[in-house]
């Protein structure tokens, strides 16, 4: 019998109504009595200093309303903070009794609003983890599947929380879209397998390499101008046109020793590449140059006239002095870029060799990345790398493509799909081949029975194929191929619960799903054969065999995902091309592409470091060595390191350098491009690397902003903003970590000053930016980065601050434990789930806390192994 329904009319105000009708247990006595004698005097409801009436603090700390206000009071006392150093301490002995009946009070409140459902809620794989799903199961690791899908949430500063994973009917038709693209990626675009092939392209017969020869309207300066090279020398009456570019297929010796020469970086209008090349398909691909460095004579001085030695003269090619490195992108018109890889080209011509996956269409475009980039300005711009006797260049002779290269025939994502069945020359240019079936629907069941099985996660249920085998039968019959037929039963199952989204019942995980989780953690994709075997026998919850399997999905090349994924979120390095350095404040940086990704390499360089060497968790913050190339060297100050290729560095005594704190890519996250702010700066650490983050602004309280005139220093400027009493808490626990990094600009690059526009009355500093242009800033006034840290201890420099942060060694491991659990498992460290980091931390404590058994712990841990 159907029971009946209350009307929602009548629902509505009872739902509201009851929290209400319960009345909130009172807080027990020797709580409230130890908050009266040592914090009430301060947190009443006449002081209420930050904003805090204590007073008002009846309920019991199991009451939700009054649960995360006691966490709050709990921290507070348990960090030493509160009560305040010039203020009566209690005794040892009362303060621990008082935190142990409360954080007992709070963890079990805790465990009671979890309700037996587990920490981690229910959701659905983000769109990083679905693009290596699918990659992973089709074999085909170049396809761009999270292009197609929405931006996905965050929720405690990463994207694996349900909380903000979820899904809408919009996210379920671009799904859609995106499995059947890739589904179609993989299909066999032959039948027969295609010949190896080896094809040379000649810079000579580029037309974006040899029309920047010719002077136009848009360019009219030796700088943004090609040269020819014949051999190792200049040839004038080609640059002239009174001879031919090239002497063409005619002579193949000489036309390999015909190249194209550059002493500008690739930007418009001077972009070469490799344009006669387009990848005909996506797939693995061997790209070879070659290339050398030249150096180009200086302009000869007319009599009368003002000395141009920073003007090139093309006529006068040199051999060179130095490598210079190349940067080697993709390019998909207009101008979109993907990063394929980097080499160093020598005085003396050689071949240099990458071997990469490519997208159909897309086209090679080379950098000589160390090079200048003319901007248009008010004066002519000046090569700073130029010097009186002559300047840089990069010859480029050509480039030979092998590929696209096949392990196997039909690949193995076609095989998948469709097993042996015969294949179909396409009816039109471009089209895919037809798949042959003479029994459809028996060859559907079949395939779809092995798709299942590697698809799902867990054993396919008896009569699982039933559910997909009519979407085949609904696109046959309305005129669809076989092959489309397929793919549209292939695309429902890529877009089903089983594979879009995470079963995870409460308790402990079942081999399943902790061999999904640990995939997920390590690899950000599902697991491959050997660990779900594993989690189907049930042995990967055996100690020994999970840890055995944590480190050999860390040994895989596929745990880079896991680190690039972790240190975007935890780091926020995926912002680091949000803002560009200020063109006018920051012009040595402005337009610098090999700056910025050598900084990125050198934070993933970094931590793959700590983590294959186990390095004490205290590397975090300091170390003596970084992960280094030419250019950060540079940057930093710090000897000299030869060519493009990051490595591992020894520091000299005393470097500010080593650990994330002072690296370049850290500090241009922790920037906007024009200014640094201490504010932003040391809540980033303070949350980041402590765990400790500091509690919003107040709406009513506006923003600093830097003073970029230079009449003001920012420290200044928080003195006055420190004057008002509902400010003066937070930013006495800030600003003193965002104080020690103000010694470091918006790239990283240290300062004893700060940079300000010219003015009326100042003269610029001396030097050329990126872009040519004389510098258009002046310092100002000097940089404090002194400050007293929390305990009352005092630094003068970014040196003494990272000490500062060294006496507590556990606190550093206890975030980095909570970062991992919450990237992890898609849940926060709950207060109910501390005594369990705890643990952790006991367990690696001998070690100094290393960053892998750290992630070992994590691992092991009830957290990582429970719902």
Same mark, same amino acid.
């Given at each position: 019998?159907?029971?009946?329904?209350?009307?929602?009319?009548?629902?509505?105000?009872?739902?509201?109504?009851?929290?209400?009708?319960?009345?909130?247990?009172?807080?027990?006595?020797?709580?409230?009595?130890?908050?009266?004698?040592?914090?009430?005097?301060?947190?009443?409801?006449?002081?209420?200093?930050?904003?805090?009436?204590?007073?008002?603090?009846?309920?019991?700390?199991?009451?939700?309303?009054?649960?995360?206000?006691?966490?709050?009071?709990?921290?507070?006392?348990?960090?030493?903070?509160?009560?305040?150093?010039?203020?009566?301490?209690?005794?040892?002995?009362?303060?621990?009794?008082?935190?142990?009946?409360?954080?007992?009070?709070?963890?079990?409140?805790?465990?009671?609003?979890?309700?037996?459902?587990?920490?981690?809620?229910?959701?659905?794989?983000?769109?990083?983890?679905?693009?290596?799903?699918?990659?992973?199961?089709?074999?085909?690791?170049?396809?761009?599947?999270?292009?197609?899908?929405?931006?996905?949430?965050?929720?405690?500063?990463?994207?694996?929380?349900?909380?903000?994973?979820?899904?809408?009917?919009?996210?379920?038709?671009?799904?859609?879209?995106?499995?059947?693209?890739?589904?179609?990626?993989?299909?066999?675009?032959?039948?027969?397998?295609?010949?190896?092939?080896?094809?040379?392209?000649?810079?000579?017969?580029?037309?974006?390499?040899?029309?920047?020869?010719?002077?136009?309207?848009?360019?009219?300066?030796?700088?943004?101008?090609?040269?020819?090279?014949?051999?190792?020398?200049?040839?004038?009456?080609?640059?002239?046109?009174?001879?031919?570019?090239?002497?063409?297929?005619?002579?193949?010796?000489?036309?390999?020793?015909?190249?194209?020469?550059?002493?500008?970086?690739?930007?418009?209008?001077?972009?070469?590449?490799?344009?006669?090349?387009?990848?005909?398909?996506?797939?693995?691909?061997?790209?070879?140059?070659?290339?050398?460095?030249?150096?180009?004579?200086?302009?000869?001085?007319?009599?009368?006239?003002?000395?141009?030695?920073?003007?090139?003269?093309?006529?006068?090619?040199?051999?060179?002095?130095?490598?210079?490195?190349?940067?080697?992108?993709?390019?998909?018109?207009?101008?979109?870029?993907?990063?394929?890889?980097?080499?160093?080209?020598?005085?003396?011509?050689?071949?240099?060799?990458?071997?990469?996956?490519?997208?159909?269409?897309?086209?090679?475009?080379?950098?000589?990345?160390?090079?200048?980039?003319?901007?248009?300005?008010?004066?002519?711009?000046?090569?700073?790398?130029?010097?009186?006797?002559?300047?840089?260049?990069?010859?480029?002779?050509?480039?030979?493509?092998?590929?696209?290269?096949?392990?196997?025939?039909?690949?193995?994502?076609?095989?998948?799909?469709?097993?042996?069945?015969? $294949? !179909?020359?396409? =009816?039109?240019?471009? @089209?895919?081949?037809?798949?042959?079936? #003479?029994? %459809? /629907? *028996?060859?559907?069941? +079949?395939?779809?029975?092995?798709?299942?099985?590697?698809?799902?996660?867990?054993?396919?249920?008896?009569?699982?194929?039933?559910?997909?085998?009519?979407?085949?039968?609904?696109?046959?019959?309305?005129?669809?191929?076989?092959?489309?037929?397929?793919?549209?039963?292939?695309?429902?199952?890529?877009?089903?619960?089983?594979?879009?989204?995470?079963?995870?019942?409460?308790?402990?995980?079942?081999?399943?799903?902790?061999?999904?989780?640990?995939?997920?953690?390590?690899?950000?994709?599902?697991?491959?054969?050997?660990?779900?075997?594993?989690?189907?026998?049930?042995? $990967? !919850?055996?100690? =020994?065999?999970?840890? @055995?399997?944590?480190?050999?999905?860390? #040994?895989? %090349? /596929? *745990?880079?995902?896991? +680190?690039?994924?972790?240190?975007?979120?935890?780091?926020?390095?995926?912002?680091?091309?949000?803002?560009?350095?200020?063109?006018?404040?920051?012009?040595?940086?402005?337009?610098?592409?090999?700056?910025?990704?050598?900084?990125?390499?050198?934070?993933?360089?970094?931590?793959?470091?700590?983590?294959?060497?186990?390095?004490?968790?205290?590397?975090?913050?300091?170390?003596?060595?970084?992960?280094?190339?030419?250019?950060?060297?540079?940057?930093?100050?710090?000897?000299?390191?030869?060519?493009?290729?990051?490595?591992?560095?020894?520091?000299?005594?005393?470097?500010?350098?080593?650990?994330?704190?002072?690296?370049? @890519?850290?500090?241009?996250?922790?920037?906007?491009?024009?200014?640094?702010?201490?504010?932003?700066?040391?809540?980033?650490?303070?949350?980041?690397?402590?765990?400790?983050?500091?509690?919003?602004?107040?709406?009513?309280?506006?923003?600093?902003?830097?003073?970029?005139?230079?009449?003001?220093?920012?420290?200044?400027?928080?003195?006055?903003?420190?004057?008002?009493?509902?400010?003066?808490?937070?930013?006495?626990?800030?600003?003193?970590?965002?104080?020690?990094?103000?010694?470091?600009?918006?790239?990283?690059?240290?300062?004893?000053?700060?940079?300000?526009?010219?003015?009326?009355?100042?003269?610029?500093?001396?030097?050329?930016?990126?872009?040519?242009?004389?510098?258009?800033?002046?310092?100002?006034?000097?940089?404090?980065?002194?400050?007293?840290?929390?305990?009352?201890?005092?630094?003068?420099?970014?040196?003494?601050?990272?000490?500062?942060?060294?006496?507590?060694?556990?606190?550093?491991?206890?975030?980095?434990?909570?970062?991992?659990?919450?990237?992890?498992?898609?849940?926060?460290?709950?207060?109910?789930?501390?005594?369990?980091?705890?643990?952790?931390?006991?367990?690696?404590?001998?070690?100094?806390?290393?960053?892998?058994?750290?992630?070992?712990?994590?691992?092991?841990?009830?957290?990582?192994?429970?719902?």
């Amino acid at each position: 019998m159907r029971r009946p329904r209350l009307p929602a009319r009548l629902l509505l105000p009872l739902a509201f109504a009851l929290p209400c009708a319960l009345p909130a247990a009172p807080a027990p006595a020797d709580l409230r009595g130890f908050l009266e004698a040592h914090c009430a005097r301060c947190h009443d409801d006449v002081e209420r200093k930050g904003d805090l009436d204590l007073t008002a603090l009846g309920a019991a700390p199991a009451r939700p309303a009054a649960f995360d206000l006691w966490v709050r009071v709990h921290d507070r006392v348990a960090s030493g903070e509160m009560p305040p150093r010039d203020q009566a301490r209690p005794p040892a002995a009362e303060r621990a009794a008082f935190l142990g009946q409360l954080s007992g009070q709070l963890a079990a409140a805790d465990r009671a609003k979890l309700g037996g459902e587990g920490r981690s809620t229910r959701r659905r794989l983000n769109r990083h983890e679905y693009e290596h799903a699918v990659r992973d199961l089709l074999g085909a690791p170049w396809l761009q599947v999270k292009e197609w899908l929405p931006e996905d949430g965050e929720a405690h500063r990463f994207n694996k929380s349900g909380e903000a994973l979820d899904v809408s009917h919009v996210q379920l038709a671009r799904y859609l879209a995106a499995a059947e693209y890739a589904l179609r990626e993989v299909i066999a675009p032959s039948v027969e397998r295609p010949a190896p092939a080896v094809t040379r392209h000649h810079a000579r017969d580029q037309r974006s390499f040899t029309g920047p020869m010719k002077f136009t309207v848009m360019n009219t300066a030796p700088e943004r101008a090609t040269f020819p090279v014949l051999g190792l020398a200049a040839q004038p009456e080609v640059r002239a046109g009174r001879a031919p570019v090239t002497v063409g297929p005619a002579d193949p010796a000489v036309r390999d020793l015909e190249g194209v020469g550059v002493v500008a970086s690739a930007y418009e209008p001077l972009e070469p590449k490799f344009i006669q090349f387009k990848a005909p398909v996506s797939g693995r691909y061997r790209l070879r140059f070659q290339a050398f460095s030249v150096w180009v004579g200086p302009t000869k001085p007319v009599p009368n006239r003002p000395d141009r030695w920073f003007i090139p003269d093309l006529d006068d090619v040199q051999p060179g002095r130095r490598s210079e490195p190349v940067t080697v992108y993709a390019e998909t018109p207009p101008r979109q870029l993907r990063r394929l890889g980097a080499f160093d080209v020598e005085p003396t011509p050689a071949t240099r060799e990458l071997d990469t996956w490519l997208l159909a269409g897309e086209t090679i475009r080379p950098d000589a990345a160390r090079f200048f980039r003319s901007r248009p300005g008010a004066g002519r711009w000046q090569n700073p790398l130029a010097e009186r006797d002559g300047q840089p260049g990069v010859v480029f002779r050509w480039l030979e493509v092998e590929g696209p290269l096949h392990d196997t025939w039909p690949a193995a994502g076609h095989r998948l799909l469709f097993g042996d069945l015969p $294949l !179909r020359a396409p =009816a039109r240019p471009g @089209a895919r081949v037809e798949v042959i079936s #003479a029994a %459809p /629907r *028996a060859d559907a069941r +079949r395939l779809l029975e092995g798709f299942l099985a590697r698809a799902y996660r867990r054993t396919v249920p008896p009569g699982e194929v039933d559910r997909f085998l009519p979407v085949f039968d609904h696109t046959l019959g309305a005129g669809g191929s076989f092959t489309d037929a397929l793919v549209a039963a292939y695309t429902a199952v890529l877009c089903s619960p089983e594979f879009l989204g995470l079963a995870e019942s409460p308790g402990e995980l079942d081999g399943p799903a902790l061999a999904t989780r640990l995939a997920l953690f390590l690899w950000n994709s599902v697991p491959d054969a050997e660990l779900r075997a594993l989690g189907e026998s049930g042995r $990967l !919850r055996e100690d =020994a065999v999970l840890r @055995a399997q944590t480190d050999r999905l860390l #040994a895989d %090349p /596929r *745990a880079q995902r896991f +680190r690039d994924a972790f240190l975007d979120y935890w780091l926020d390095l995926r912002k680091i091309g949000a803002t560009s350095p200020d063109e006018l404040l920051y012009p040595d940086y402005y337009l610098d592409d090999l700056l910025v990704e050598s900084a990125l390499g050198e934070s993933r360089g970094y931590f793959q470091e700590l983590l294959d060497r186990d390095l004490p968790v205290r590397h975090v913050v300091d170390a003596d060595f970084a992960v280094l190339n030419e250019k950060l060297a540079e940057h930093y100050g710090l000897p000299a390191v030869p060519g493009v290729a990051l490595r591992r560095v020894s520091l000299p005594p005393g470097s500010v350098r080593g650990g994330f704190l002072t690296q370049a @890519a850290v500090l241009k996250v922790t920037a906007n491009g024009t200014t640094t702010s201490p504010v932003l700066r040391g809540a980033w650490v303070m949350e980041r690397l402590l765990g400790r983050p500091p509690p919003p602004p107040p709406p009513s309280v506006p923003a600093v902003e830097p003073d970029i005139r230079g009449a003001a220093t920012i420290r200044q400027q928080l003195e006055q903003h420190r004057a008002q009493e509902s400010c003066a808490g937070c930013h006495a626990r800030i600003d003193p970590a965002g104080f020690a990094l103000e010694a470091f600009d918006v790239v990283g690059g240290a300062r004893d000053r700060y940079r300000a526009l010219v003015a009326p009355g100042t003269a610029p500093q001396a030097g050329l930016g990126r872009g040519g242009q004389k510098f258009a800033f002046h310092l100002a006034l000097p940089v404090d980065a002194t400050g007293e840290w929390l305990d009352g201890s005092r630094f003068v420099d970014v040196r003494e601050f990272k000490r500062v942060l060294l006496r507590d060694e556990d606190q550093l491991a206890r975030n980095l434990a909570g970062q991992l659990v919450t990237y992890a498992t898609g849940a926060p460290v709950r207060f109910s789930d501390r005594a369990e980091v705890e643990a952790m931390l006991a367990r690696t404590r001998a070690g100094g806390h290393g960053v892998r058994s750290l992630l070992h712990a994590v691992v092991q841990s009830r957290l990582f192994r429970h719902k």
